[in-house]
T-cell receptor, first 116, second 114 residues
Framework: DVKVTQSSRYLVKRTGEKVFLECVQD?????MFWYRQDPGLGLRLIYF???????EKGDIPEGYSVSREKKERFSLILESASTNQTSMYLCASSPTGTGVPNTEAFFGQGTRLTVV | AQKITQTQPGMFVQEKEAVTLDCTYD???????LFWYKQPSSGEMIFLIYQGSYDQQNATEGRYSLNFQKARKSANLVISASQLGDSAMYFCAMRPNRDDKIIFGKGTRLHILP
């Protein structure tokens, strides 16, 4: 059974704290994603990684950074958490799509982060 | 820039009726994939159906079918014989084949009424 696991389901942090959200996949996928989900805004891509140590900014990278030191692990870092980063964070992985027509993303269970 | 538009924030449908959820997309890439996901209240994201831009036939998966109209850049999801368990948030997504970024629309919340 394929799996994407996020380290926490719920997290409460204080403004200004450095926050790490961890995601691990066991499918040997090249691609990993971090999305943020807010009511009325859908899923917005924060960062995307297509290989170890490789990353690309998504639509809303401000205030976030990422780390991918190993293929199976993709971390989202909030350098100095702010209340407007309170949200649901979803991690996903997928195999590379090059030459492969059907490469949907597999999602973790989500982390609901509250910054107070 | 790639963009997915879902114009229906919410829908109410009587059980056993068919449902059409709208999705339009914008891309300059000639080759791309289109996806639909379901997110029930539990929060998990469930992959439903895929359509490739060069597929000649509309995709079908059980009660789900995708009404793909390439010229209109439209990829509507059709759910036949709706069930109470279909109540959920539904997201349309697109991945251009030149890179692997997957972008999503804002979603449609579907309510099935008994």
């Amino acid at each position: 059974d394929v799996k994407v696991t996020q380290s926490s389901r719920y997290l409460v942090k204080r403004t200004g704290e450095k926050v790490f959200l961890e995601c691990v996949q066991d499918m040997d996928h090249e691609n990993m994603f971090w999305y943020r989900q807010d009511p009325g805004l859908g899923l917005r891509l924060i960062y995307f990684s297509y290989d170890v140590k490789m990353k690309e900014k998504g639509d809303i990278p401000e205030g976030y950074s990422v780390s991918r030191e190993k293929k199976e692990r993709f971390s989202l870092i909030l350098e100095s958490a702010s209340t407007n980063q309170t949200s649901m964070y979803l991690c996903a992985s997928s195999p590379t799509g090059t030459g492969v027509p059907n490469t949907e993303a597999f999602f973790g269970q989500g982390t609901r982060l509250t910054v107070v | 820039a790639q963009k997915i538009t879902q114009t229906q924030p919410g829908m109410f449908v009587q059980e056993k009726e068919a449902v059409t959820l709208d999705c339009t997309y914008d891309t300059s890439d000639p080759s791309y994939g289109l996806f639909w996901y379901k997110q029930p209240s539990s929060g998990e994201m469930i992959f439903l159906i895929y359509q490739g831009s060069y597929d000649q036939q509309n995709a079908t998966e059980g009660r789900y079918s995708l009404n793909f109209q390439k010229a209109r850049k439209s990829a509507n999801l059709v759910i036949s014989a709706s069930q109470l368990g279909d109540s959920a948030m539904y997201f349309c997504a697109m991945r251009p084949n030149r890179d692997d970024k997957i972008i999503f629309g804002k979603g449609t919340r579907l309510h099935i009424l008994p």
